[in-house]
């Protein structure tokens, strides 16, 4: 009963943790015996009354804590250990004896380890942990010639702090399934001629109201075609990049490195129905990384001055107009640009 009932709570705080994106682990400690002389602590004593109200037990809650190993940005910040800290500062002192830890997830070795070393009589887990357990699984430390050996109680609740586990990681499965946006530089014969259909479906979608359709045919085979592109990858310094998400293309970018310390947006055309998601702004990030990475300064673009979606688009993006020209592409065609250029800051 009263196992039970402290590994609920531990529970509560498997589930703090998985709210904030941590592994959900949850942990109290219990201080049993109330006549092991330590001071006892002011702010715990609405606890004690609550639960005395509705319980019969014996033990209230000195310490708690979940994984914040992510959040805190520290390796040793898993639920036990900072539940033994909270502990230890409640208590006024590092030895917990008459104190029971109740953990959702079989402790690690550190965390085996700070148990011997807090001294607490008794450990209670939930789930086994077979990758890192240390009571039991891979090793039970416990069963070493330590100098302090607590007892072990396994599977209280078993189910529900396995399955606040696996609800965890299956959730992590499926969003990265979902979400993630990957870029693949174009490189093969196959992925270049992926890049030129993606240009005539986009293309043919959006320039309609920007460029006339006998332009845009003309600018596709110009410089879209397979022929087009794969000139531009082996023999003039593009690089090609294909946005992939659940295995399928959304868009596409290329980019000229140039020898001032610029880098050109060549092209950069995502499909109708993934426009608006973040997708422009994620590439731009990788694309400022390539300039951190090559000491890259300025990236600098052209766009057709009718052309204001996307002019909006690059100025949200921190681009501003620097110039304006008009280039004669052949076939009687011109292209009516914006010169536009964002500086990153070091
Ligand atoms: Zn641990």
């Known amino acids: 009963m009263n196992d039970v009932f402290f590994m609920r709570e531990a529970l509560k705080l498997a589930e703090k943790a998985a709210d904030v994106g941590e592994v959900p682990v949850g942990a109290v400690v219990v201080k049993t015996n109330e006549k092991q002389g330590f001071s006892d602590p002011d702010s715990d004593m609405k606890e004690e009354t609550n639960v005395k109200d509705t319980l019969d037990y014996s033990g209230r809650i000195v310490g708690r804590g979940f994984n914040m190993r992510e959040t805190n940005r520290n390796s040793v910040h898993h639920a036990e250990i900072l539940a033994i800290e909270d502990a230890c500062k409640a208590l006024g002192g590092w030895r917990l004896q008459g104190c029971v830890l109740y953990v959702t997830l079989e402790p690690c070795p550190m965390c085996a380890g700070a148990i011997i070393n807090s001294r607490l ?13 240390s009571c039991g699984s891979i090793v039970n430390l416990f069963d070493l010639p330590y100098n302090h050996k607590p007892e072990i109680t396994v599977g209280i609740i078993k189910n529900e702090c396995e399955e606040i586990m696996s609800k965890f990681f299956k959730k992590l499965r499926d969003k990265e399934k979902d979400g993630i946006m990957k870029l693949i ?41 397979v022929p087009a592109i794969t000139e531009q990858i082996r023999n003039l310094g593009y690089n090609y990049y294909i946005m992939h998400k659940n295995g399928g293309y959304i868009g596409y970018c290329a980019v000229n490195p140039q020898n001032n310390g610029r880098l050109f947006l060549s092209k950069l055309y995502i499909k109708k129905e993934f426009r608006g998601q973040g997708y422009a702004r994620k590439t731009f990030m990788f694309l400022k990384d390539f300039c951190i990475n090559n000491n890259f300064r300025r990236i600098w673009l052209t766009v057709n001055k009718n052309n204001t979606q996307t002019i909006e688009v690059y100025k949200k993006l921190g681009f501003r107009i620097t110039g304006e020209g008009v280039t004669d592409i052949g076939g009687g065609y011109v292209m009516d640009d914006y010169y536009m250029e964002l500086e990153l800051r070091q």
């Open 121 to 133: 009589d008794r450990v209670v887990y939930g789930a086994k942990d077979l990758k890192a357990g």
């Open 185 to 225: 530089p174009a490189v093969t014969d196959e992925q270049i001629k992926n890049v030129s259909e993606l240009a005539d479906l986009i293309w043919h979608e959006f320039f309609p109201s920007v460029i006339s359709g006998g332009q845009i045919d003309f600018m596709i085979d110009k410089f879209q075609s």
